[in-house]
């Protein structure tokens, strides 16, 4: 556990500096030891699922031999080097072959069961860069999608090329007056299922913005710095940091 507070340190690489450097009846399980295990077992479970690597983890560590590290070490290396992945396993090389369940089932290769990655979902969206004449940047409280619950620059649904005069009328139907600027080119941001691929628009007013209506702030850019972290997805449109 203390392991896992350093920055960058996940179950995996705990566990490994557990057993092996001290000697720790800790498991690090990673797809190499999931494959070797549903073919142990014949297990169909799919071993995307989390309860999967849950239950594994707490199966091994309670049945941990006396020996972790090596025994964490052993399966490293059957996995990568014996138990192969792609229904391509090195079972006349395995040492547990006369314990695989699922080679006297002839289910060797079929196994590990994983389900279908979905569909990547490619977004094209309109970044709205809305600056008063104070320096304030608008900002909104997204309620939907990966970045539910964050603040961002306003995005709306992009149709076509994006012009000057498209850029305008989508900020004054958020209820923003403003004038186009400039263009702040492309940008793509990949989310696990899910690509934004973005085109930005610098938009002014000529006088300070109306108080923000409910879900909306204006920041100065200190305060985008200090109170108002932008998503990375944005990161090419921080025109306040140039």
């Keep these: 556990a203390l392991l896992k507070k350093l920055p960058g340190i996940g179950d995996y690489t705990a566990g490994a500096v557990a057993s092996i450097a001290y000697g ?4 690090c399980v990673d797809g190499n030891v999931l494959r070797v295990f549903a073919r142990l077992r014949n297990d169909p479970t799919d071993i995307t699922l989390p309860k999967a690597k849950e239950a594994l983890d707490e199966d091994i560590s309670t049945n941990m ?3 972790p590290g090596s025994f964490n070490q052993a399966l490293m290396e059957l996995g990568a080097l014996v138990c192969l ?10 040492p547990l072959a006369h314990l695989c369940q ?4 002839g289910t060797q290769t079929r196994l590990p069961v994983k389900a279908a990655k979905a569909a990547r979902q490619v977004s094209r969206l309109l970044v709205l860069v809305l600056q008063d004449s104070s320096g304030r940047i608008a900002l909104r409280r997204r309620t939907l999608g990966p970045l539910k619950g964050m603040w961002e620059l306003p995005t709306i649904l992009l149709e076509g090329e994006v012009t000057p005069e498209k850029a305008a009328q989508a900020a004054a139907e958020l209820g923003f007056e403003v004038a186009p600027v400039k263009p ?10 899910r ?21 909306w702030v204006y920041a100065l850019p200190r305060q985008l710095k200090e109170e108002y972290a932008l998503p ?3 990161r090419a449109y921080r025109v306040w940091e140039e």
Excluded: I, V
């Excluded at 080119?185 to 299922?193: E, I, N, Q, R, V």
């Design 195 to 215: 690509e934004w691929q973005m085109e930005g628009w610098l938009l002014q007013s000529e006088g300070d913005f109306a108080p923000p209506p409910e879900g």
């Design 24 to 27: 720790y009846p800790a498991a």
């Design 102 to 105: 699922s080679r006297a089932a």
């Design 184 to 193: 702040l080119g492309s940008a793509k941001h990949d989310f696990t299922h």
């Design 85 to 94: 992945p792609n229904g391509q396993p090195l079972c006349q090389s395995c």
């Design 65 to 67: 031999p006396r020996d």
């Design 232 to 234: 990375a997805a944005f």
